[in-house]
C-alpha cells in the first residue's frame, strides 16, 4: 500500500515537471530562434535612424503614459479600496473593461470616439486631437493600462490594514497627510510593480496604437509598429532587430521586477 503511495506520488511529481519542462522548453526555443535569426545583422540596424527613432518614441510615450496612468490609478484605487458607495460594483466593472476588450477593438472604440463632430472639433481647436497623432499612442496605453495598474493597487491598499490609516487619524493627521505618509509608504511595492508590468505593457502595445495612432513611418512608429511595417515591406531583419530591443527591455523590466519583488524593500 505504502510502495502504491509512493509511486503514485512519484508519478505527480514527474507530470508537473513534465509540463513544465515542455512550456519551459517551448518559450525558449522559440526565443533562442528569434535571437539565431536577428543577431547577426542586429548592431548593422539598431544604429538605422528608424530603428532610433522607434526606440525614442517608445521610451518616451511608455514613460508619459505610465506617469499619466498612476496619477488617475492611486487615488482611483484608494476610492474602491477604502470607500463604499452606491452602484460600487457597476463602476468596478465597466473600468475594467479595457481588460477584456481585442486591443484592436479598443482602437476602434478609441477613433470613434474621438472622430464624434463635437469632440473633433474641439480637440482640434487646441490641436490636441490624438487621431494619428504621438498623442494618440498616449491615449492608447492610457485606455489599455489604467485598468491593469488599477487593479494592482487597489489589492495592494486592501492588504494593508486600516487601522493604521485610523491611528494616523487619532493623532490629528489629516485624510490626505495620511495617505502620503501611512498608505503610500506601506503600498510602494504594489505601486512598483505596477508600474513596472504597466510600462513594459505600454512598450509592447500595438492594435490600439495602430487604430488611433496609425503606422506612419517617423511619425508615429514605436517599436511594435516597426516590427508591423517592416515585415509588411519584407524588410525582416529590421522587424527582427525591433523585436530582440523589445525583449530585451522586457526582460529586464521582469528582471527589475523580480529582484524588487524578493528584496525586503
Known amino acids: 500500500m505504502k510502495s502504491n503511495l509512493k509511486y503514485k506520488n512519484l508519478f505527480f511529481t514527474l507530470m508537473i515537471f513534465l509540463f513544465m519542462f515542455l512550456f519551459f522548453s517551448f518559450i525558449s526555443l522559440v526565443i533562442i530562434n528569434l535571437f ?28 508619459i503614459s505610465t506617469l499619466i496612468c498612476m496619477a488617475f490609478a492611486l487615488p482611483i484605487s484608494y ?43 474641439f480637440l482640434d481647436k487646441y490641436d490636441i486631437s490624438p487621431v494619428f497623432s504621438v498623442k494618440g499612442i498616449i491615449v492608447a496605453h492610457f485606455f489599455i493600462n489604467t485598468p491593469y495598474m488599477i487593479r494592482i493597487l487597489k489589492a495592494t491598499i486592501e492588504n494593508i490594514d486600516p487601522k493604521l490609516e485610523f491611528v494616523s487619524r487619532t493623532l490629528g493627521y489629516s485624510k490626505l497627510k495620511t495617505f502620503f505618509k501611512i498608505t503610500l509608504p506601506l503600498s510602494k511595492k504594489g505601486l512598483f510593480a ?30 511594435p509598429v516597426t516590427i ?37 524593500f
Open 36 to 63: 539565431r535569426e536577428g543577431l547577426p545583422n542586429f548592431f548593422a540596424n539598431v544604429y538605422d535612424e528608424e530603428i532610433l527613432f522607434a526606440i525614442r518614441l517608445s521610451l518616451v510615450t511608455s514613460t
Open 79 to 121: 476610492a474602491l479600496a477604502r470607500y463604499e458607495f452606491p452602484f460600487k460594483s457597476l463602476v468596478m466593472s465597466i473600468m475594467q473593461i479595457p481588460m477584456s476588450l481585442p486591443p484592436l477593438a479598443s482602437g476602434l472604440a478609441l477613433l470613434l470616439f474621438f472622430s464624434l463632430d463635437n469632440i473633433r472639433n
Open 228 to 264: 508591423y511595417l517592416n515585415v509588411s515591406v519584407g524588410s525582416l531583419d529590421k522587424a527582427l532587430t525591433s523585436a530582440i530591443v523589445l525583449i530585451v527591455i522586457s526582460s529586464i523590466s521582469l528582471l527589475i521586477f523580480s529582484r524588487f519583488e524578493d528584496s525586503k
Open 194 to 223: 505596477s508600474t513596472v508590468i504597466t510600462w513594459s505593457k505600454a512598450m509592447g502595445e500595438f492594435g490600439t496604437v495602430l487604430l488611433l495612432a496609425g503606422a506612419t513611418r517617423m511619425k508615429t512608429e514605436t517599436l
